[in-house]
Nanobody
């Protein structure tokens, strides 16, 4: 099966930046989308950003537009999430995910089959 492993989480002050990475390996079929999700205590898991495997199209939640950037590094089989101007409400466990088939809603968790273990991001003063 596809294997995903995140890294790069940590603690940062409001207004700071972090870059998350996700190494993707063990492909068993075609992957159409890669995405980042997050889940805070007492909250539902929400889609943050997604990218088509071709790299030509990206999708963002309204809450992170203009602050976060999703990208791919094909030479390292790695998915990235650059997080700037971080806010306390960005605090959550962040997960990367892969959809092996076409997704109708790129930011819906139900569309994704393979998941990483998560990396914690904490934003506080």
């Amino acid at each position: 099966q596809v294997h995903l492993e995140e890294s790069g989480g940590g603690s940062v002050q409001p207004g700071g930046s972090l870059r998350l990475s996700c190494v993707v390996s063990r492909y068993t079929g075609l992957t159409y989308y890669l995405a980042w999700f997050r889940q805070a205590p007492g909250k539902d898991r929400e889609g943050v950003a997604a990218i088509n495997i071709s790299g030509r199209f990206t999708y963002y939640a309204d809450s992170v537009k203009g602050r976060f950037t999703i990208s791919q590094d094909t030479t390292k089989n790695t998915l990235w999430l650059q997080m700037n101007s971080l806010k306390p409400e960005d605090t959550a466990m962040y997960y990367c995910a892969a959809a092996p088939t076409s997704a109708a809603d790129q930011l819906s968790a139900a569309e994704y089959r393979f998941w990483g273990q998560g990396t914690q991001v904490t934003v506080s003063s």
